[in-house]
Each structure stands twice: as structure tokens, then as C-alpha cells.
């Protein structure tokens, strides 16, 4: 089958022997070291006839640095570069004996830019001095990487949120896709809160995004492409985004986000900045036909709801200073912000009886939705003598959110508002960066990063909400009784227990971020050896009030009985990179040439959880004891090769082309796919309460009884029926009490593995799922400060696996077809055959035996994305232009692997997160 769309799809297939061929003809010409990272003013200097000069003195000078200047001195074929400056205005100043002095000012650095400044001396004395005032170029003809630098000047002007993600969307083909508190894509005004919302482009996962902070990582551990509580903007200088063809010093090809926090000076300087939204001025594009279709509303209690979403509060504060403490010695910066969003989401209610089996919205009473960020952050700028620079940073990040992940946070489930939670979280960032240019030529530098979390998903019932004093105690969660989720609706009430195995949780993690690197500058080289390293842990907690049971109801009837068991659970994971690479530039020719080796290890500890403990089951009897294990380990070499041509020799059009390999950005989760703390944490037994009425064959006889006799209860007199609470053992495999069938994971509870990953994809060279980025483009200098972008962008991913269950063979199928309704929206109008798959009975019984592997061991897969970019950028006196258009297509093909593991749409396994995905976006369909 072949599809083609612009979702995407997270397995994967290795396509080893063209990597290696690439990978090795890289070696052999690149292996030398990458790109000096972030600012840089490059050129050459000639005299009046043309004739290149060596031995000029170049001094790069501004306000933005605590060092005042930077020199270096022009090569032999008069070029020059002086890289890792701050971002902001420079004069740059050329003298050689025997020539008059020039300066060129008003050159403007943004994030990642390097400016080309060229310089003709005239012959005379040193002490003449021509001092020149050009516009800042716009095009960089050296680094064929892609970003964009949106700083203040840009999002402070215009007339919509602040957020990272909001203004990601000011560049054509970026993609949002919405984080796990919210549904709305993309902020606007502040009035959704937190997000924690990822970033894609031209066909990348957004978990391949990454989030920094002045370099050095500060994803959300659990959830890797975004940041690690939310970014409030008035800490931050500039969004520098990072989307193609990137260097060699960036593990993935997905968005990589860097925040650059504000920086003070030797002036004093500071700012105030609020915003506030009226709940009156929040338009509603609630219609008719929306309404017909179900869509219920909210509006202000006491007021008339038409199914829109209404705001309570929407407001922000954010005072900020800096300053020097030593004049160009030590600098400061402190900001301090608090947002308020509250609202009344559409179609989310209180509920009108908390312990009631069906789940009635009470549409008096809409629920508010409300979040309190707030955040301090400082940062000190030293120079420690005259070559060494310090930067420390240090920020706190806090949310309350109530009630959290409730509505359609989780779509397509629906959880009603005292199923959600009291989520507190709490983050602080602790860096510390250090750059040392030894020489002219030679540059040191050094960050690390320590960042810990905490994450708490509180119950909402009201013994909890009093004691912390929320005032939300009238959401009444039922922690005391099982969570209810209603199987045609997909809803959960009454508590989080059926989504999260326990009745609260809470998440402990850890990220320490690690980089460093030397560059070599010459005028025509720029090179940089460097190194990236990240360990993450995390640590998973769950108790239960509801003695770990809960339960699945259709139309309100209980169908199912649901035992959990939820161990503490704790994953690791280290992520380590070497690069190499070189920035040569020949006359108008600039080839950007780099090799990455990639490193990564999931693991998990030795981990034991025992009866009595808070977090043990109770329907686990025996102590939990696992030792710990490597989960995978990965090592691959990322090539990458670009190339930059200026096209006039003026600095006014480049072309660029580029092809590199990236690895996946992994997340922590890999290793919870196979520890078995994480996994067989629930069986579901058939139970229908007691009550043989809700089944019943033609003339009224009970399709089943109601209790059934066992060895503990001999006269079937334990069972009370209609309670709501599933009466039996659900650790005896035989029908028990209200337990009327088998458990659907025999494995539940046991002292066994039934997950692994196949070892020779789990260790070993280039199996790491990974893409192709190829990339051409033309960027050309319309008239001052305002430029035309085209580009054409392909991805090809490779290395796709798939879970196995080895258990389950084609032969446990049954194939059927069903006619599909004719419908406009479905493909030709529908009205066609599908054939779909039927797993056999006796299949459901068998102890699984999963194995997660390359699909080249099971059958084809592949994935292709293209399009083409078209964007402008114009900063003129009274007009400030940013954005484009973008088009593109994405075709995947899985018929083979389909043909050969049917079972990819069904999944005896209790951990969902196990087939990632595949029954959505695949589907069960053999043929079309």
C-alpha cells in the first residue's frame, strides 16, 4: 500500500550499504574539523589595483562584548574571519603600515550569521582614517546551513504572542504540532499558557526537534523536541531556529530551537512589559453547523454558551534589568515574569455526579482551565582576564495548572475535568559557559548545563484540593473508586487511574548537558573540532487510591474489569558526539565539509518495587526484583557536505546545495519499551458487574452468571452486584466471581520479560533510525535589507523497525472486506473494497513474546518527503516583512511489512507506547 500525505510515520528500515559507501568517501576527504559556531564577519582585503593584502589588522569592535574588541589578522590571500561574537552592531577597523586606516560601521550580527565585510586600503598614513557607513549584508555567502533569527526588534512589533512556537510559524513550511497540555497549535495572546508544543520542517519528526538554551540542551526529558517547562519571552534576546543542511555540531536534521537569553552591558538599561485580553474581546468562530454537528459551549457561567471557547483572565508582567556590576569587567541581567491564562475550554464541564458509572456533563457549571507561570532567571557576564570570558545562568520555571491534561489535551480521548489533575511543575537551569581565544586563530569553548525537574500530577479530589488550598475542591474527583472509561466515547471520568494505571503520579528527571570545542581560523578556513554530550534520567512514580483497579463501560454498562500494577520506574539514557569539520573558502566557493560520530546508550537501573510499599500493587503478591540492562546501544557517522557559491562576486546572491545524513534525536522512552517495570502493568478480565441482565439471549436467559463459584469462594456468595467494584481474583486465569473470562496479558504481575529488542538491530553500526536531507536553494539581495529565498528540500528516511510478536504469525488472521460508504470526504467519493484483518480467538490467550527489529527482517518500507520554499525578508524603515509559502508532499509505502506482521494493528500488550503508533497511521487495510 502506498499513501501519500503530509503525516508521518515513526518506524523505520536500514539502508546500511549506501550509508556506508557515503559515510566512508566522507572519512576519506573530510576528516577535518567543522564550522566555528555561531557569529562571524569574514572577508577580504585588497589594495586599489585589486592586489590581495596579507598582514592587516582586523579589529572587530562593539558594545556587545565585555572585551570590547576582537582582532585577527588577514592570511595570504588577504581573507580573514573572526568568530564566536555576541550578536549586535560592530565597527570593524582595518590598518596596515604604508595604508590609510578604514572602518566600516553599522554591520549588524544576528544569531548565525556571518556578515561578509570586504576592505580596500589606499595607500597613505596610518593616522588617516576613512570611516564608512554601509547597510549591513543580508545574504550569507559562506555557511550553507539554514536558520532564521527572529529577535526583538521582530516579535516585540508584532501584534500576537511571544512564543517560541508563534513565532516559528513566521517561517514558511514550519509545522507546529501540539504539545501534551494543549490543543490549540499555536498560541495566540498568551491566552493558552503553557505549551510544551514541538517543531517540524520539511518532512522532519518533530521528535527530532531539540530545544537550547544558549547551546546546550534543555528538552523536556519525556517528551524530547520540547522545552522542558515554557520559555517565557522576557528573559530572551532572540529565537534562533535552526533548519537545514545543519552542521556537523547538531545531532538531528529535525528544528533546532536556541534560545538566547539577554545579556547586560556596561550601561544600565531595563524594561517593563504587561499585556492583558478583555474576555469580550475574544472573537468566536463557533457557527451553525458546528453546533448541529455537537460542538456543546461554554461562555462565562451565567451566560448563554454557543460552543466557543471563553476567557476568564489573560495577563502578563514582566519587569527586566541589567547593568554592570564592574565596568567592563562583570556584567548582570535579571528578569522576572508571571502569566496568568484561564479560560472555559469548549466542551469541557464539571460533571454532575463524580461516582456515577456514566459520565454526564453539568453544562450550568463550564470548568476553568487555569494556568500560573511564572519564572526568574539571572545572568552574569565575566571577564575573567584578558582572554577569558564566563557566562552563568540560572533560571526558575514554575507552573500550576488546573485542571491539567483534562478535555481533548489527549485527543481522541476525552477526559472529563476531574479526571484530570493538579499539574505542579517545577524546573530550574543551572549553566555555566566559558570562551577563551588563545590566539588570532586558536578559540577554546566550554558549557555545561544542569538541569532537574520535578513534575507532579496531583489528584483532584477534594480531601487533596483543600489541603493545598486550590479552591477547586467542587471537581470532587472519585479517587476511591476505579476510573471509568467509556468505550463509544472514549471518555474518562471519575479519575486519571484508567490512562495512568495509578490515581496520581509523579515524574523526578534530570539533564546534564555537556559541549566543548576548538576552532583553527584562517581567512579561508574556519575549523572546529568538537564534542556533545547529554545524560538523562528519569523516574516515574504512581500510587493508587482505588486498590489499582479500574474499568471499561459501553453505553454506561460495565464490560471489562481493569488490574494495574505500576512499579517505580526509572530510564537512562546517554547521547555523545564527536565532529569534525571544515569551512574552506576558495575565490567566490565556500564548501562546508563535516563528519559526526554519534554515540547512544538507553538503559535502565537495577530497580525492585515490594508488597506493602505505597507504590506496589496489591494485586502483585511477590516482591518485584529486575536487574538493570542496556537497553541499545548505537554508534553511527554522520556525514555532511554543503556548498556556497556567490554568484556575482558581490556578496548580493548565493547558491546552495547540500546533502547530510542525520540520526534520530531518541528519547528516554526507548528503554521503558523493554524495562520491565513498564511493561504487562495491566490485565483486563470480562466483567459485567454482577448483572446477567446487560447480556441476555433470546427468552431471558443470562448469557452468563452472576458469580461464579472458585476454590477461595466455594458458594459464589463474595460477589455484590452492581457495586462497581469487580468482585474476584484476578490472578486466577479461570473464570472466578464476577470475573467471567480469561486475562487478556497472561503475563501481568509475572517475574518475566515478554519484551525484548532483536540485538543485532539494538547494538551495533548504523541501525539507528536516520534520514537523507538534500537541499538547493538561491538567495538573492532585491534592493538594501531586502531579500528573495527559493529553495527545494527532499528527505528520504531509512532504518525503520517494528515490534514482532512472535507469538502471532499471518496464519492468526482472518482477512474480510467491508464495502466503505460512499462519502465526499473519503478518497473518489468511497464506495470501494476493504480488506481488512480479524485476529483469531485463540491468538488473544498466548503469552506474548515481543521483539522489536529492522523491518528489513520483516518486509519494504519507505518514506519520502519534498517541496519547495519560497520566502522574503525585509527590514525597511516603516515596513517589516517576514514569511513565504511553502508546498510539499509526503509518500510513505509499508505494503510489504503490512503483508508481513498483519498484527502491527493489533497488540496484546499493555503498554500502548509499544506499537508507536502503527494502528493509526497505518491502519489494517491489505488491499485497496
Known amino acids: 500500500m502506498k499513501l ?189 499558557g503553557m505549551g510544551n ?102 461562555g462565562m457561567p451565567n451566560q448563554d454558551g454557543n460552543g466557543a471557547m471563553a476567557l476568564d483572565q489573560s495577563w502578563y508582567v514582566g519587569p527586566s534589568i541589567g547593568g554592570p556590576i564592574a565596568p567592563d569587567r562583570l556584567w548582570f541581567y535579571t528578569t522576572y515574569s508571571f502569566r496568568r491564562a484561564s479560560q472555559f475550554p469548549a466542551g469541557l464541564f464539571d460533571t454532575e455526579d463524580t461516582s456515577s458509572l456514566r459520565y454526564v456533563a453539568d453544562l450550568n457549571n463550564p470548568t476553568i482551565d487555569r494556568q500560573n507561570l511564572w519564572e526568574g532567571t539571572l545572568r552574569l557576564t565575566w571577564q575573567a582576564s584578558s582572554k577569558d570570558k564566563v557566562q552563568a545562568f540560572w533560571g526558575s520555571n514554575n507552573t500550576e495548572h488546573i485542571p491539567a491534561l483534562t478535555g481533548a489535551q489527549l485527543d481522541p480521548i476525552y477526559i472529563a475535568s476531574e479526571a484530570g489533575s493538579e499539574g505542579v511543575n517545577n524546573v530550574n537551569t543551572y549553566q555555566l559557559t566559558w570562551i577563551r581565544p588563545q590566539t588570532n586563530r586558536i578559540l577554546f569553548e566550554f558549557g555545561v548545563s544542569h538541569l532537574p525537574a520535578n513534575n507532579v500530577l496531583n489528584p483532584l479530589d477534594a480531601d487533596t484540593q483543600i489541603a493545598h488550598g486550590t479552591g477547586r475542591e467542587h471537581l470532587n474527583a472519585r479517587t476511591d473508586l476505579p476510573s471509568v472509561f467509556e468505550g463509544t466515547t472514549l471518555t474518562m471520568h471519575r479519575n486519571m487511574g484508567y490512562f495512568f494505571n495509578g490515581t496520581d503520579v509523579h515524574f523526578s528527571t534530570r539533564n546534564n548537558a555537556f559541549r566543548g570545542s576548538m576552532s583553527y581560523v584562517t581567512g579561508s578556513h574556519n575549523l572546529k573540532f568538537g564534542f556533545t554530550t547529554n545524560h538523562k534520567q528519569q523516574t516515574e512514580t504512581y500510587r493508587s ?25 526509572t530510564n537512562q539514557l546517554a547521547n555523545i558526539g564527536l565532529y569534525a569539520q571544515d569551512q574552506w573558502t576558495i575565490d567566490r566557493l565556500t564548501v562546508n565539509a563535516g563528519l559526526r560520530f554519534d554515540y547512544f546508550k538507553g538503559s535502565y537501573p537495577d530497580q525492585m518495587s515490594s508488597p506493602g510499599d505505597i507504590t506496589h500493587s496489591t494485586w502483585v503478591n511477590h516482591v518485584q526484583q529486575f536487574p538493570g540492562a542496556d537497553a541499545a546501544i548505537w554508534k553511527d557517522l554522520q556525514p555532511r557536505l554543503g556548498i556556497v557559491y556567490d554568484l556575482a562576486g558581490d556578496g548580493s546572491t548565493a547558491l546552495k546545495a547540500s546533502a547530510s545524513r542525520f540520526g534520530s534525536r531518541e528519547a528516554i522512552a526507548l528503554a521503558g519499551e523493554v524495562n520491565p517495570f513498564a511493561n504487562n502493568r495491566r490485565a483486563s478480565r470480562l466483567w459485567l458487574d454482577g448483572a446477567n441482565g446487560h447480556l441476555a439471549i433470546a427468552g431471558g436467559l443470562p448469557l ?96 525503520f523497525d517494528q515490534w514482532d510478536n512472535q507469538n502471532v504469525g499471518p496464519e492468526d488472521f482472518t482477512p474480510y472486506t ?74 510513505t509505502d509499508f505494503c510489504g511489512l503490512q503483508e508481513a506482521v498483519p498484527e502491527v494493528t493489533f497488540s496484546n500488550n499493555t503498554n500502548a507506547s509499544r506499537v508507536e503508533g502503527t494502528a493509526g497511521s497505518r491502519g489494517n487495510m491489505l488491499a485497496s
Open 818 to 891: 467491508i464495502t466503505v460508504p460512499q462519502d465526499d470526504r473519503l478518497p473518489n467519493g468511497g464506495g470501494y473494497q476493504l480488506t481488512l484483518l480479524d485476529m483469531n480467538p485463540d491468538a488473544f490467550a498466548r503469552l506474548p513474546h515481543d521483539v522489536k527489529t529492522s523491518t528489513n527482517n520483516l518486509g519494504d518500507e519507505t518514506e519520502v518527503w519534498h517541496g519547495i520554499d519560497v520566502s522574503v525578508s525585509a527590514r525597511l524603515d516603516e515596513v517589516l516583512l517576514q514569511g513565504g509559502l511553502a508546498l510539499g508532499q509526503r509518500t
Open 197 to 298: 508544543n514541538r517543531l517540524s520542517i520539511h518532512g522532519s519528526r518533530d521528535s527530532d526537534a531539540s530545544m537550547m538554551l544558549d547551546g546546550l540542551d534543555v528538552n523536556l526529558v519525556a517528551f524530547e523536541g520540547a522545552p522542558e517547562g515554557t520559555p517565557l519571552d522576557t528573559a530572551i534576546a532572540e529565537y534562533v531556529y535552526d533548519y537545514s543542511a545543519n552542521m556537523a555540531e547538531v545531532e538531528t536534521g529535525g528544528v533546532r530551537l536556541n534560545l538566547i537569553p539577554k545579556e547586560g552591558s556596561n550601561t544600565f538599561s531595563g524594561g517593563f512589559y504587561t499585556d492583558f485580553t478583555h474576555s469580550s474581546w475574544l472573537s468566536n468562530n463557533v457557527d451553525q453547523e458546528l453546533i448541529d454537528r455537537g460542538i456543546r459551549g461554554n
Open 704 to 799: 452468563f452468571p452472576s458469580c461464579i463459584p472458585s476454590a477461595a469462594d466455594p458458594t459464589a456468595s463474595s460477589c455484590v452486584a452492581g457495586d462497581g467494584i469487580p468482585q474476584g481474583d484476578p490472578l486466577n486465569p479461570f473464570p472466578n466471581g464476577e470475573l467471567m473470562g480469561p486475562p487478556d496479558n497472561p503475563a501481568f504481575g509475572q517475574p518475566i520479560v515478554t519484551a525484548f529488542f532483536d540485538p543485532d538491530w539494538a547494538f551495533g553500526w548504523g541501525q539507528k533510525a536516520s534520514n537523507w536531507e538534500y537541499a538547493l536553494s538561491v538567495e538573492h539581495q532585491v534592493v538594501e535589507n531586502v531579500s528573495v529565498d527559493v529553495g527545494y528540500f527532499r528527505r528520504h528516511y531509512t532504518n
Open 4 to 192: 501519500t500525505s503530509n503525516t508521518s510515520s515513526r518506524q523505520r528500515s536500514p539502508r546500511t550499504a549506501r550509508f556506508a559507501t557515503i559515510a566512508l568517501a566522507g572519512l576519506a576527504c573530510f576528516l577535518v574539523p567543522s564550522l566555528a559556531s555561531a557569529q562571524a564577519i569574514g572577508g577580504t582585503v585588497t589594495d586599489e589595483t585589486g592586489g590581495v593584502l596579507p598582514g592587516v589588522t582586523v579589529e572587530a569592535r562593539s558594545p556587545a562584548l565585555i572585551e570590547q574588541v576582537r582582532t585577527a589578522i588577514t592570511d595570504g590571500n588577504g581573507q580573514f574571519q573572526i568568530v564566536a561574537l555576541e550578536t549586535g552592531t560592530y565597527a570593524v577597523t582595518f590598518t596596515l603600515p604604508g595604508f590609510s586606516t578604514l572602518v566600516r560601521e553599522g554591520i549588524e550580527l544576528s544569531t548565525g550569521f556571518t556578515a561578509n565585510v570586504d576592505a580596500q586600503l589606499a595607500v597613505g598614513a596610518l593616522e588617516e582614517t576613512v570611516t564608512v557607513t554601509e547597510a549591513t549584508p543580508v545574504i550569507d555567502v559562506q555557511n550553507v546551513a539554514r536558520n532564521e533569527t527572529i529577535d526583538r526588534e521582530i516579535f516585540e512589533a508584532l501584534p500576537t504572542s511571544r512564543t517560541y512556537d508563534a513565532m516559528a510559524l513566521l517561517i514558511p513550511a514550519m509545522n507546529v504540532q501540539g504539545g501534551p497540555t494543549t490543543t490549540v497549535a499555536a498560541d495566540t495572546s498568551g491566552i493558552t
Open 545 to 569: 487510591g482505588n486498590n489499582w483497579t479500574n474499568m471499561l463501560t459501553v453505553l454506561g454498562f460495565p464490560l471489562q474489569a481493569a488490574f494495574e500494577s505500576r512499579p517505580p520506574e
